[in-house]
């Protein structure tokens, strides 16, 4: 069982940074791969970033490669996500998941954050 908590959300304007923080309980964390997603009410979840208990395992979505970047410190059972050159397009509910095993883009993360708002101005 692991249970995750997100902050750092907030209003920023476009062209902005933020960076996301996912604390995780439990002391098999390293085990498990993390992922950020997103959701804008009315739409699916979708994918933004993974990094899996490996480091050869990182992947982004199309939409924020460049411009975000997920880390994890697995001593502070935690996960990042920094966002650089924030768009209004970005804005959405950013939920962190995490999995037992590798890392996936799919929405298949046995475990999940409440949220947090991301909202960015033009």
């Known amino acids: 069982q692991i249970q995750l908590v997100e902050s750092g959300g907030g209003l920023v304007q476009a062209g902005g940074s933020l960076r996301l923080s996912c604390a995780a309980s439990?002391?098999?964390?390293?085990?498990?791969?993390m992922a950020w997603f997103r959701q804008v009410p009315g739409k699916e979840r979708e994918f933004v970033a993974a990094?899996?208990?490996?480091?050869?395992?990182?992947y982004y979505a199309d939409s924020v490669k460049g411009r975000f970047t997920i880390s994890r410190d697995n001593a502070k059972n935690s996960v990042y996500l920094q966002m650089n050159s924030l768009k209004p397009e970005d804005t959405a509910i950013y939920y962190c998941?995490?999995?037992?095993?590798?890392?996936?883009?799919?929405?298949?993360?046995?475990?999940w954050g409440q949220g947090t708002q991301v909202t960015v101005s033009s």
């Open positions: 990094r899996g208990w490996s480091a050869s395992q990182i």
């Open positions: 998941a995490a999995k037992y095993g590798s890392a996936t883009m799919l929405v298949a993360y046995d475990y």
């Open positions: 439990g002391r098999t964390f390293s085990s498990y791969s």
